[in-house]
């Protein structure tokens, strides 16, 4: 069971889930998703390390997740 408040973020090109990440968990999963777009698949590896936006989500709980 999933915490009230939970979220999904994934891009919308991610190579480990051509199927897309967010039909595939976040659609079914009844809870609200975030595509980050052209994001690839979103590790520090890629650029996503320190990540305000996701910061402010953990303060806040109300607002999106961007890139």
Do not use: M, Q
């Amino acid at each position: 069971k999933l915490a009230a408040g939970a979220r999904f973020v994934c891009s919308d090109n991610d190579r480990y889930c051509p199927e897309g990440a967010a039909a595939l968990y976040g659609e079914p999963l009844g809870i609200p998703v975030d595509v980050i777009a052209d994001g690839g698949h979103l590790n520090p590896e890629t650029g996503f390390g320190p990540w305000p936006a996701v910061e402010s989500w953990c303060v806040h709980g109300d607002r999106p997740i961007t890139r």
